[in-house]
């Protein structure tokens, strides 16, 4: 096995933990963390606070977009959990509040979170990394 593959093998399973093991409230915490806050509150349109205000959708939206099970109804039975394990009050567990809140999502909010994220990636990324002192600007993520 050359040395790519034993490189690319492990950094693909840590992905897939890494993505099994997310949730809305931790990708919340580093939407509403200092270095991405001001972005995020310059994308949103003028709105009133709802069950689902839109940085809490747009979380709640990339775990159910990383999720093997992608329903509406797991995302938000996960997020009537969370609220109760947190001492929040406990909220309805039908689908129609988030569906209606990822509709009002605008499409620049996750849009310019994937190109901000990108950006700060890819100049965190070691020289290991790059082919031929190039960096790599698009990954095929098949299995071998």
């Known amino acids: 096995m050359n040395r ?3 490189t690319i093998t ?3 399973k840590r992905i ?5 093991n997310s949730d ?3 990708f919340f915490n580093l939407l509403t963390s200092p270095e991405l806050l001001d972005q995020i509150e310059s994308l949103l349109p003028e709105h009133r606070e709802r069950l689902f205000p839109l940085t809490e959708t747009l979380s709640m939206f990339l775990t159910q977009a990383l999720s093997a099970d992608r329903s509406c ?3 938000v039975n996960e997020a009537a959990v969370k609220r109760l394990t947190s001492g929040l009050p406990d909220c309805s567990t039908h689908t129609g509040a988030y569906c209606r809140a990822l509709q009002r999502l605008p499409v620049e909010m996750p849009s310019a979170r994937v190109r901000h994220t990108g950006r700060l990636m890819a100049r965190q990324t070691p020289d290991a990394w790059h082919w031929q002192g190039r960096p790599v600007r698009l990954v095929d993520g098949t299995d071998y």
Request: proline share 6%.
């Open 4 to 6: 790519t593959c034993r």
């Open 10 to 12: 492990p950094q693909q």
């Open 16 to 20: 897939r933990r890494h993505a099994t």
């Open 24 to 26: 809305s409230f931790r």
């Open 73 to 75: 109804q797991r995302t």
